[in-house]
């Protein structure tokens, strides 16, 4: 790029232009969405899967898939800030908020898991709910918006329902909440580029 | 009677590091050279004059032992550039 002063319309134009390409480069991406929404339809489906085969012992064992996700999250983490990608106020936000959100989840789901009871599998999605809608009308991206507003809507209907069907509840507002959305926004950012 | 344009940002390359710092909290230096994709001297030399004209803040340190510049727009540069964009749509659409 070459030094030279320009004309009024040719300097509106190029302040668009490069304030419009550094915010689509910085769009948060769907993966991490998907991620995190496969891994908790993949916990609770082996769940559910192990108490119809009657391997009520072994029911426990795939929520430890959850501390391997956050270590993936810490990888993520730690490898965006050897990349030295610039920080935006949004994505400061978002991330500060999912790390929030996600160490409460984990708390609430190896310590409080007693005390919560049956009250356990709305909270862990209203949580998700919360972060999903945040997410969404941050970046303002509907899918993901209406994804949350669902995702809450299933959380507060699994209030009526039989501790049994929670597992069904988690998968749903997994897959409605996180793993479309996230793949909506995947396509949604490849077209961008295109 | 049209106001004249802040000298400092009626350049294409101060305005483009200036658009971009406008857009993040905070940019290095290498991200601002692969964006503009202008020469390293060229762009010292150009956040020399926004820095001097205290339109952003450099920041030096080092990361993983190698140096890095870290940059980030001021609140007189966000001033400056709102007034430049004020006066630009006035030059476009005259009343």
């Known amino acids: 790029m070459e030094n030279t002063t320009f004309t009024p319309e040719e300097s509106l134009l190029l302040i668009t232009k490069t304030i419009e390409e550094t915010k689509e480069r910085f769009k948060e991406n769907g993966h991490i969405l998907v991620f995190w929404g496969t891994l908790i339809f993949i916990v609770f489906g082996s769940q559910l899967i192990l108490s119809l085969l009657e391997f009520y012992k072994y029911t426990m064992y795939p929520v430890y898939l959850f501390p391997i996700g956050g270590i993936y999250m810490l990888y993520i983490w730690i490898k965006d800030k050897k990349q030295n990608k610039p920080k935006t106020i949004i994505g400061n936000i978002l991330g500060n908020l999912g790390w929030v959100v996600g160490m409460n989840l984990m708390i609430m789901g190896f310590i409080f898991s007693g005390k919560l009871g049956e009250a356990m599998a709305p909270v862990f999605l209203i949580l998700f709910a919360l972060f999903i809608i945040v997410c969404g009308l941050t970046i303002k991206f509907k899918p993901l918006t209406i994804g949350g507003v669902l995702l809450n809507l299933i959380a507060l209907g699994s209030f009526f329902l039989d501790r049994d069907y929670h597992g069904f509840s988690m998968m749903l507002g997994a897959l409605v909440g996180l793993i479309i959305p996230g793949l909506l926004l995947n396509i949604a950012r490849r077209k961008a580029y295109v | ?95």
């Open chain 2, 1 to 95: 009677m049209f106001k004249n344009l802040d000298p400092i940002l009626h350049s294409q390359l101060r305005l483009s590091i200036v658009s971009i710092l406008m857009s993040v909290d905070e940019a290095n230096f290498n991200f601002i050279k692969d964006e503009t994709q202008a020469t390293s001297g060229n762009i010292s030399i150009q956040i020399k004059k926004l820095q001097d004209a205290g339109y952003i803040k450099v920041k030096k340190s080092f990361r993983n032992n190698y140096p890095n510049t870290s940059l980030s727009i001021t609140k007189k540069g966000i001033e400056a550039f709102e007034n430049y964009v004020s006066i630009l749509k006035n030059y476009i659409n005259p009343k």
